[in-house]
Structures are given as structure tokens and as C-alpha cells.
């Protein structure tokens, strides 16, 4: 998980609750298979090449990534099966086999209260960017707000608006045809070149000759993760902090592309180099695995204080037995 992939949101908009999708269910092809060719512009810039079928999805991005002034090209291969992700440096001839945190994630999902649900829309929405680098496309068709319909390659798509981003997904199918965003430093748009409404041949997803593949470490435990991060992701703990990063960033010059803003100081340019170095190093599993680290912390202390406060109120009963008043 830690190349970027297919560049798009799984992340649901706020909505009436009852009309809101469970934003990690896989969506049904509904298709015998796909195959799309796309262009890279922006600050990534190179092509990419997308082909699924109804078990598996594979893509292949060959790019140059420019943020910050520098430039780091990418060579990656994707294949997600139903229940394992491969992700391939295929300059470094390395890979690692993950479980599909996407159908766990769902299933918890479904678990949440309704409080729960609409927090972790809530908070998709804000973390769209980072999300998108790790997801792909989810159960889109059914959330954002519809800005109209468009073509590409041929193809009609529905463009949706989801925060600083916009999607355009084809309705009879779960494939984007143009994606644009910008993640803290990094603007891109994906743009379908061709599109092909059949099954790939065999080869389309046999694994690249020469990687040395190895397990992805922080997903050891999948479904504990899975729960751990569905409850991250709908906490008020997590609400609370990206409102603080909202007004942070509102009260910070921003950089985007590979100029910062001259009013930045010193201070603001390291820590906006930082957050593109994070950006740029980013892997899904040791986020999903740190934050599931810290709500399971969360989560320990607040059986601690309950715990604490059922012994207080245990106590507090006992004495109150102990020293009953005389009735006269």
C-alpha cells in the first residue's frame, strides 16, 4: 500500500444518515471485466494502465512525481484480490503481500452505532487525501455531491465533488475516468485515455518476474486492525483533531505544487517539507497499524477510568452501608 494507486476517494459525504453507504463495501463490477489507460498530469506526471475483472484489479503506474522542488520517480504494480493485496516497486524489484483491509473494514463498519456511522463520514471527508492513497475506489457511486455528467474516452461518467476533490465514475461500473485533487503539496489529475468494456486475458494479472515478495508487517493481526481503525476513523477524538488541524491551516500560508508561499518562515517551511516527506514515504498499513496502536490505548484507558469510577461508586455504596443512619 505504500505507492499510490488509483488516485481516488473512499470516503463518503455527509448526508441524511439513513441514505449514507457503508464507504468500505466492495462494489459489484457488474461487468465481465475493464481495461483503461489513463494520463498522469500535475505534479505526478506519467501514464498508468488499470484492468479488472470480477476477483481481481490490477494496476500499473509508471511516473515522476514533483514536490517541493524535487523529483521521485515511481514504477508500481498493484493487484488486489478479494482477500490479498500485492504492491510491487518494480525498480527495487520488491513487493509485499497484504491481507484486503477493505471487505474487514466494511464488515466493521457495519458494527458502528449511528453516531458512530455519521462521525466517520465526517471524518473521511476532511481526510480525504490522505485516504486516497490507500483505498481504492469504494462504493462511490452512491456518495459526494453530483456536480454532472461528463466523457472520456467515450465513456459517460458521473463527476462528484468530495471536498478538494473531484471524481468522475462511470455508473455502470466502479471505474474512475478523471480524478483532481491536490494532497498538502501534490496537485494531479488522471484522465482516461482509452477505455475497453472486456474481460483482460490471464496475463493481466500475473505477478511481475523478479520481485522478492514479503508480508507487510503491520498487518499481522488484519481484523483486529480493520476493527481498530473503523473505530479510529468514526472517534470524536479524531473529529476534534482535525478541527484543530482545519483552523491551523487556515491560520497557515499554504504550499502547494513545488513553490511555498514567501510569507512562510523557516520554521513553516520545515514543517511543510515534513508533511510532503511524510506524503511522499507514506504506507497505509503502518497508518492503519498506529492508529489502531492508539485507539486500542484510548480505548484501555477509558475501561481503566471506568473501572476506577464503578470502584469509587462500589466503595461509596459499601460505606454508605456501614454507616446507616439511626431512625428514631
Not at 457503508?22 to 471485466?33: H, K, Q, S
Not at 511516473?63 to 517541493?68: A, D, G, N
Not at 491560520?251 to 508561499?261: I, R
Not at 506524503?279 to 473501572?307: H, P, V, W, Y
Amino acid at each position: 500500500m505504500r505507492h499510490l494507486t488509483l488516485w481516488v476517494l473512499a470516503a463518503a459525504t455527509v448526508a441524511p444518515l439513513a441514505a449514507q453507504p457503508n464507504p468500505f463495501r466492495p462494489v459489484t463490477l457488474g461487468i465481465r471485466g475493464a481495461q483503461v489507460s489513463y494520463s498522469l498530469t500535475g505534479d505526478v506526471a506519467g501514464t498508468a494502465t488499470l484492468a479488472m475483472d470480477p476477483e481481481r484489479t490490477t494496476r500499473r503506474q509508471t511516473s515522476t512525481m514533483k514536490m517541493m522542488g524535487k523529483s521521485v520517480s515511481t514504477d508500481s504494480w498493484v493487484l488486489t484480490t478479494e482477500d490479498s493485496t500485492y504492491t510491487a516497486d518494480l525498480t527495487k524489484k520488491e513487493g509485499t503481500v497484504a491481507p484486503n483491509m477493505v471487505p474487514l473494514m466494511a464488515r466493521a463498519y457495519d458494527h458502528l452505532d449511528n453516531p458512530g456511522k455519521k462521525r466517520l463520514h465526517d471524518n473521511l471527508k476532511d481526510m480525504a487525501g490522505v485516504l486516497s492513497r490507500g483505498f481504492g475506489l469504494g462504493n462511490l457511486a452512491e456518495a459526494g455531491e453530483k456536480t454532472g455528467k461528463k466523457t472520456y474516452a467515450g465513456q459517460e461518467c458521473e463527476e462528484r465533488q468530495f471536498g478538494g476533490f473531484t471524481i468522475c465514475a462511470m455508473a455502470k461500473a466502479p471505474i474512475s475516468l478523471h480524478t483532481q485533487g491536490s494532497l498538502v503539496c501534490v496537485s494531479f489529475k488522471e484522465t482516461a485515455t482509452a477505455v475497453a468494456l472486456t474481460a483482460p486475458g490471464g496475463d493481466a494479472f500475473a505477478k511481475p518476474v523478479g520481485v522478492t515478495w514479503s508480508p507487510n508487517r503491520y498487518l499481522k493481526n488484519a481484523d483486529s486492525i480493520a476493527t481498530g481503525y473503523v473505530l479510529y476513523l468514526s472517534s470524536q477524538q479524531l473529529a476534534d483533531s482535525l478541527a484543530r488541524a482545519k483552523t491551523q491551516m487556515a491560520q497557515t500560508p499554504a504550499a502547494t505544487g513545488t513553490t511555498a508561499t514567501t510569507t512562510q518562515t523557516p520554521e513553516q517551511q520545515a514543517a511543510m517539507q515534513q508533511a510532503c516527506d511524510a506524503l511522499k514515504n507514506f504506507d497505509m498499513g503502518k497508518a492503519m497499524a498506529d492508529a489502531t496502536s492508539q485507539m486500542g490505548k484510548e480505548i484501555a484507558d477509558a475501561l481503566k477510568r471506568a473501572a476506577i469510577d464503578a470502584a469509587k461508586n462500589s466503595a461509596t455504596r459499601g460505606l454508605k452501608g456501614i454507616f446507616k443512619p439511626r431512625i428514631p
